[in-house]
């Protein structure tokens, strides 16, 4: 069974009632070990490997719990140095995971993905940019030259093509809800937008017919996959209507282009924000297990 990486050692308790789902990673990890995987405890990113994305000022802030209340408000959580800790190991979960996926073909991150994160602020519930952080700590590192940033979550990726734009390192695609939030996208090397309402059959014909070209066009050397499940219909914040079967399927396509393109694939978890949070939990745990045996 293949390894993980998760945060979820790490408590970073919310008030009662917020909306954030702070209880999926842990019952990830949960679900995940209970079928032999074997999850390992995050390490805390760097400062170092921060600055690879973040303005210092901005980094600074954060470490201090001391952005403004408009910044805090625009991130979504209350500061506290529990969630500074969590945010930074949620990041170097990613970089582990895209370590162990140059080395053995796949790692899975059970966290991270937190795509609304800029270089000077964070918004939707993204502190950090993982997804940057970790393509850049490789690019600078030698380690790859090309790195394709997949980004299947309901929401825009607007941080992660923000930071990437002109960075020909690194592609940027994005399958996202055109009427979802941000309402103000910015702009991916390749974005595709769809209706809200969506169901498999018109969601998996949009990703058939586009990351293929985009993933021979990029040759990239590591595929860095957001795999947010806030596509689930029923999800608070999705709009658009997948059955679980449909995330598997759509999990399964990313990993089947990894296996057929020998390219390492590291996974995160990204949204998922169902009424019931089971069924968030439910999809992440089927759709890493489809990758992980496409990739076996
Ligand atoms: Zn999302």
């Known amino acids: 069974m293949p390894d993980a990486v998760s945060p979820a050692h790490l408590p970073a308790p919310l008030p009662p009632g917020h909306r954030f789902p702070m209880t999926k990673y842990a019952r ?3 679900r995940l070990r209970a079928d ?5 405890a995050a390490v805390e990113a760097d400062d170092e490997a921060l600055r690879r994305a973040h303005d210092p000022g901005y980094l600074d802030a954060v470490a201090r719990c001391a952005l403004d209340p408009k910044a805090e408000r625009r991130l979504g959580f209350p500061q506290t140095p529990e969630l500074v800790r969590r945010a930074k190991a949620s990041v170097g979960g990613t970089l582990t995971a895209a370590r162990q996926a140059l080395a053995g073909g796949l ?3 059970l966290a991270g993905g937190t ?3 800029f270089a000077d602020r964070g918004e939707g519930f993204c502190v950090y940019n993982d997804l940057v952080v970790a393509a850049r700590t490789l690019l600078d590192e030698g380690a790859v ?3 394709l940033v997949v980004d299947l979550d309901v929401h825009q990726g607007n941080g992660t093509a923000e930071f990437c734009a002109d960075d020909e390192r690194v592609v940027t695609y994005s399958v996202h809800g055109a009427r979802n939030y941000p309402f103000v996208k910015a702009r991916s090397d390749v974005d595709v937008a769809l209706p809200d309402g969506v169901d498999d059959a018109g969601y998996l014909a949009a990703l058939e017919r586009t990351l293929p070209a985009v993933w021979r066009a990029a040759a990239p050397d590591l595929v860095v996959f957001q795999g947010g499940v806030d596509v ?3 999800d ?4 658009m209507a997948l059955t679980h079967a449909g995330v598997v399927a759509r999990d399964r396509f990313v990993a089947e282009l990894a296996r057929d393109a020998g390219t390492p694939l590291a996974t995160t978890l990204g949204g998922g924000y169902h009424v019931d949070v089971e069924r968030t939990v439910a999809a992440h745990v089927a759709g890493l297990t489809a990758i992980a045996h496409a990739l076996a």
């Open 236 to 239: 608070r914040f999705g709009r």
């Open 107 to 109: 790692g899975v991150a």
């Open 28 to 30: 990830v990890a949960e």
């Open 145 to 147: 030259a090309r790195v």
């Open 36 to 40: 032999g995987w074997a999850v390992a």
């Open 232 to 234: 689930l219909a029923g």
């Open 115 to 117: 795509h609304h994160a």
